[in-house]
């Protein structure tokens, strides 16, 4: 991503940790288009917490840290696309970028969604867009951002890591009735993965086991290793509380 180009950005109301696999369904045509453009020219997007209280063109902003989604599977499935993607690189947001229209709700749009409540197709969008003076712009928010290097080792801080997950997952299984000669060996295979990720391995831990969205941007918004392993213990604090780990 030093290639100067805005980056497409997804925003949701959910977290891509760096190493994290998860799948998205894509639906909506501005982000229709967004995959059209990655996947013709290989390229990721930035898949970022929505931030409501900072609108752009109407729409959801995005929080100023994001993660670069790289796509490994992709498939259409009807009308939607279903992806898998895998986190890279962190970001920050330096400048966002418009998009070309607002949402439907907005009088400069409403008039294309059918009384069947469906979206219109991209190519009625842009020619509304072209009509507006804004064909220029893509129907997804985007942004010029700054990549973020990785974290530089700190074997204590890593072993905090490590502890606070074998513990915490521990009990987690434990909660659920799994025996521990079941739990055991999964609970290690995870441990590995934080550990062959190396420093950035404390990202891939808050996706396991921390349970809210506020508490992962917190940690992945970080600007060392040491910061982020501290979001981390407070992200966790209540449930290891409950857990029976943390003294009330």
């Known amino acids: 991503m030093d290639d100067g180009q805005p980056l497409p950005l997804f925003v949701l109301p959910m977290t891509l940790m760096p190493g994290e696999v998860t799948q998205l369904r894509v639906f909506e045509p501005r982000y229709k288009q967004m995959l059209d453009t990655c996947i013709l020219d290989e390229r990721p997007f930035g898949l970022v917490l929505n931030d409501p209280f900072q609108p752009v063109r109407g729409w959801d902003g995005p929080r100023t840290t994001g993660t670069l989604a ?91 890591v490590f502890n606070l997950v074998r513990s915490t997952m521990t009990a987690i299984a434990g909660a659920m009735g799994i025996d521990e000669d079941t739990a055991g060996p999964w609970v290690q295979s995870r441990i590995e993965e934080v550990e062959t990720s190396g420093p950035d391995g404390v990202f891939l831990a808050a996706s396991m086991v921390l349970p809210d969205l506020e508490s992962r941007q917190l940690v992945l918004a970080s600007s060392t290793l040491q910061e982020a392993v501290a979001e981390f213990e407070i992200g966790l604090r209540d449930l290891r509380r409950d857990l029976g780990l943390e003294e009330e």
């Open 70 to 160: 790289y796509i490994e599977h992709h498939e259409e499935a009807g009308s939607n696309h279903m992806l898998v993607v895998r986190g890279g690189e962190r970001f920050d947001v330096v400048e966002v970028i418009e998009p070309a229209l607002p949402p439907f709700s907005d009088p400069a749009v409403s008039d294309l969604v059918g009384e069947d409540g469906f979206f219109p197709d991209q190519e009625a969008l842009m020619a509304r867009a072209d009509e507006l003076g804004r064909a220029d712009l893509p129907l997804h928010i985007s942004a010029s951002v700054r990549i973020r290097p990785s974290f530089e080792p700190d074997e204590g801080a890593s072993t905090t």
